[in-house]
């Protein structure tokens, strides 16, 4: 088969002929139609991932839809000619999507919604997972609730139709351009710019603060989230990075909590939560709950490089896909 290696770090892709995996028992063998690129896919070519665990030189490549080709003993949920996505490689030392065929552990994927495309499915595993964790896992989302998203990125737009499909009232932070989309979901846009933390709350909370406030951006956004929550609220960051003072958290006797995506997939445990959370989101986008946003954008295995820079100078608008099935 054909697979883009990364020899090292920074260097440039490789094209290359390579054993086609053979699935083991608990694996499926997915021929991939579309990767999806995330930010964490350039940290690691980058070689500012060490938590990613991916020793190079490696296929890169986490999310991906494709169709089932095959299946290893002992898998029933899934049969020959399915069409699967996942959150499934590219990470830990198992092979990423960037190439025709990848053998998946099984629990790691579901099968696509019906509602998208290839495409637009292999852009949703990272985002959903990270976004579900934080709001329903950890924070356990609920009708009524006012939700405070920092950052309407990946993360933060998904975070965004998952609380409102939950009946939350949902609010975003980040800068003045991210107004349109964040109103087309239904969601308040609160530019970071010209509103402080104290302003916004006021505002929108009559100075009580929110119940629940995902930070997807780390940094300061995280240190504003602490101050954002209301009394016995919850704050739950995917980029917990830095140092941070609790004291703004512990005044308001509100709690904490931390995700970390990729735990089931360099440790072994877990992994069947994944694919119960993509069945999850199938449901939600075969209902109209949710959509990913894609950049117009049309690569390849050819122009990965043009994908990833299309992330870097933050020219994508929207999710970035590369068509494996060129």
Not at 73 to 85: E, H, L
Not at 184 to 200: G, L, P, W
Request: net charge neutral.
């Amino acid at each position: 088969m054909q697979a883009m290696v990364l020899e090292g770090v920074d260097a440039p892709f490789r094209r290359a002929t390579v054993d086609r995996p053979k699935p083991a028992a608990g694996q499926v063998l997915v021929r991939v139609a579309a990767s999806g690129v995330n930010p964490l896919d350039l940290k690691i070519r980058h070689g500012q991932a060490p938590h990613a665990r991916h020793p190079l030189p490696a296929v890169l490549g986490l999310d991906l839809a494709g169709t089932v080709e095959s299946v290893g003993a002992a898998v029933t949920a899934f049969k020959p000619g399915d069409a699967v996505y996942g959150l499934a490689g590219g990470v830990g030392g198992l092979q990423g999507s960037l190439a025709e065929f990848i053998a998946v552990d099984a629990d790691l994927l579901a099968v696509k919604p019906k509602a998208l495309d290839m495409r637009e499915a292999a852009v949703l595993p990272l985002v959903f997972i990270t976004a579900w964790e934080g709001l329903v896992d950890r924070a356990r989302v609920r009708a009524g609730q006012k939700v405070l998203v920092q950052g309407a990125g990946g993360v933060g737009h998904m975070a965004i139709q998952i609380a409102r499909a939950f009946g939350a009232e949902v609010y975003a932070v980040d800068s003045a351009a991210r107004r349109p989309e964040i109103e087309a979901e239904n969601a308040v846009a609160i530019d970071y710019r010209r509103s402080t933390v104290d302003q916004y709350v006021d505002e929108h909370t009559g100075g009580e603060g929110f119940d629940l406030v995902y930070d997807t951006v780390g940094g300061q956004a995280l240190d504003a989230s602490f101050y954002a929550v209301r009394r016995f609220g919850h704050v739950v960051s995917c980029l917990g990075w830095g140092n941070h003072a609790l004291a703004p958290l512990s005044f308001r006797a509100a709690t904490y909590s931390g995700v970390f995506t990729l735990l089931p997939m360099l440790t072994g445990r877990g992994r069947a939560h994944h694919g119960e959370i993509l069945r999850e989101a199938a449901k939600l986008a075969d209902a109209g709950k949710i959509r990913p946003r894609l950049d117009p954008r049309r690569f390849g295995l050819s122009s990965i490089l043009d994908a990833y820079g299309a992330i870097e100078d933050r020219s994508a608008k929207g999710k970035v896909v590369v068509d494996v099935a060129e």
